[in-house]
């Protein structure tokens, strides 16, 4: 059973997501011939101010 977390900044819509775990279940069973109800995607959603990227932080806490 392939399990995939994807962790991203939190604010995407529910379509943005459904059609990401589409593709990513898609690509999972292209790749690897596992059945598509085995495939498990777990999205861990974290607010910008505690995501960095070369060294910065992708934004702030309210009041900040």
Do not use: C
Not at 3 to 29: F, L, S
């Amino acid at each position: 059973m392939p399990i995939v977390e994807v962790t991203m900044i939190e604010g995407r819509n529910y379509e943005a997501k459904a059609d990401m775990v589409e593709k990513v279940t898609d690509a999972i069973v292209a790749s690897l011939g596992a059945p598509r109800d085995s495939v498990r995607i777990i999205i861990r959603e974290v607010p910008p101010w505690h995501f960095g990227a070369a060294g910065v932080l992708k934004g702030k806490p309210p009041g900040a």
